[in-house]
């Protein structure tokens, strides 16, 4: 079975995660040998990987990202092969006027070769530069939404997706956003199964819950809280198991806890109750979709002190029961196969 050939276009100036990121998930991606063709593997029930991942630059020259890493391209504009999936990165060098109209007048003429294309971040400025994204859905980083909808009025601009897909063209939120739309790329092409595992050996998560806004509930909470509640949420996450109660919590901040309380509401907008409920019901489903433990495990392993808690948190937040949550999730897997 021939691999998936997927580019990634490099410029002096580009974001070096927005490259490496995307590149790294679909790399990471391997397919059971019973999907392949038997006669082309070296070892008999050995996976293989799922993609393809080539680097295509201006020219054959090295080029260097934003961070001074330095990149030597497997390819040139000219000489690049033919592309199942374009990615195009972000990054200052993409808001230089002579790398955009190199890198947009490109695309515009691939583009009716290429299945679907992708741009991360700032890339966006590249790939909406060619007018293939004019009336579509898209999204990109937040600070540069505006700008994004300034420039290019022709575009229906979501600053707070974190990815957003409309035909054949995709568009991603900052840097890690582009891991989270390159494992939805996986799930489209092979499965939930496949993207899952990629998820685990990247140990990232394979769906995040929310947009821009609450990017990363934990990261959000320690940048508006510079006090003793800084590291408090991280902390949560890693340790939801243990006795997450307004006391237990209060006595980690050194605060009584009813201080506790009003300053963890007044920074994060709900309780602390309800912010644990949130993180270990997100945690919950993550687990049910890996169909590693039962309904049961799957309650204790988030903190959940019976079963019969778990079901109707569950089922109050999501309008599901965990049992059919899990029955849909694996009949989506299923049909994606």
């Given amino acids: ?100 109209a190199r890198v947009s007048a490109w695309i515009r003429t691939r583009a009716p070769r290429i299945r679907r294309i992708a741009s991360v971040c700032t890339g966006i400025y590249g790939l909406a530069a060619t007018g293939l994204l004019d009336g579509r859905r898209v999204t990109t980083h937040w600070r540069f939404a505006r700008d994004v909808a300034e420039r290019f009025p022709a575009l229906e601009v979501n600053a707070d997706a974190l990815f957003v897909k409309d035909g054949s063209f995709y568009t991603s939120a900052g840097v890690t956003a582009g891991i989270d739309l390159a494992l939805s790329l996986v799930e489209e092409d092979h499965g939930s199964a496949v993207a899952l595992t990629v998820a685990r050996d990247m140990v990232v998560y394979l769906k995040r819950s929310g947009g821009q806004e609450q990017y990363s509930e934990p990261l959000q909470f320690q940048v508006e809280s510079t006090d003793k509640l800084a590291d408090l949420a991280s902390w949560i996450r890693g340790h939801l198991r243990q006795d997450l109660s307004v006391e237990a919590l209060a006595e980690r901040a050194c605060l009584c806890p009813r201080q506790f309380t009003r300053r963890f509401t007044s920074v994060f907008q709900r309780t602390p109750a309800a912010f644990v409920e949130d993180l270990r019901l997100s945690e919950a489903q993550r687990r049910l979709a890996a169909r590693g433990l039962t309904i049961e495990g799957v309650a204790a392993s988030v903190g959940f002190r019976s079963a019969d808690a778990f079901r109707r948190a569950f089922e109050r937040r999501f309008g599901v029961t965990p049992t059919n949550y899990r029955r849909q999730f694996a009949t989506r897997a299923k049909v994606r196969r």
Wanted: charged share 25%.
């Fill in 1 to 100: 079975m021939k691999r998936t050939k997927i580019g990634v276009i490099g410029f002096d100036g580009v974001t070096a995660l927005d490259l490496i990121g995307p590149a790294e998930v679909f790399a990471t991606a391997m397919l059971d040998a019973d999907k392949l063709d038997a006669d082309k593997l070296e070892e008999a029930g050995a996976p293989r990987p799922a993609y393809e991942v080539v680097t295509v630059g201006l020219t054959r020259k090295p080029f260097t990202a934003e961070s001074g890493v330095t990149f030597k391209p497997r390819y040139s504009l000219e000489t690049c092969p033919d592309l199942d999936t374009l990615i195009v990165p972000g990054g200052c060098g993409l808001r230089n006027p002579r790398i955009n």
